[in-house]
């Protein structure tokens, strides 16, 4: 676990980071990273379970992490995330999570959208044969009891030169149908990366925007939606509000790592 977020008195601001100074690290550690400390755990916008504070990690790879036991029947992994909170209000009560795997359907849909958005962008149709899939998640982000799809999707040209056309797509239900509500797009070269990484870093999700969780902060009906993407030196994270009928990110977060 690490901090992406503080909420003081409604506002957005930034927690420590890996660049921060020693002494913020370890008055955040010493607040939020004692031992047994617990803290509930988001996932698909309501309480799913809680985690508990094993250790603070420290080091030079680790300045903002915190090792964690989790308690939950979501099984989590490093494409499936969730978020924690110590709030006792946002998300409300335990209640089941509407996150889940898209039907075969829905999975069509979320692919042939992301190839629509590919083909706007000027990607080769051949390249669009091995469109990959990072994560493809179906959630309710404004409990209406319709599913919306969130994606990750990578395109690659592995011949020289090597490029990455990477996708972070919303679709949101119209009809029986879904349509497209948000949609980002990155092309990646050699030079957009560091030094001496290998582009296939970017096919196992490395540069890539993909979904934590969402979380209704505001009450308007919506969910926040909070992304990563994880670079070499360190992780970004972007929250996403719904307004005017459109996606518009509202805070972002860089925090450094050590390079691997």
Known sequence: MLPILLIERGEFKNPVAGDSDESEI??????????????RLIFGGVEAGSVSVSKFVGGECGRTNGN???????????N????????????????ASSRRRPTESERTQAMELARAAYREKGVPAALLAKLQTINLTATDLNHDGRAELVGSFVVSKRTRPQLRYVLFLVAESDGANYKRSH?????LTDKDIMDGADMNAINDGVYVETLIDHLNLDSNGWDELFTLKRGFEGDS??????QNGRWTSVYEFNNYRCAF
């Open 26 to 39: 370890k008055r955040f550690a010493g607040n939020h990273y004692r031992k047994g400390q617990n803290y």
């Open 80 to 95: 499936v995330m969730a978020l924690a909170t110590d709030s006792k209000t946002v998300a409300g009560a335990a209640s």
């Open 68 to 78: 964690v036991s989790i308690k939950s029947r979501q099984p989590l992994n490093v």
């Open 183 to 187: 949609l980002t797009f990155d092309k």
């Open 237 to 242: 994270y972007q929250a996403y509000k719904r």
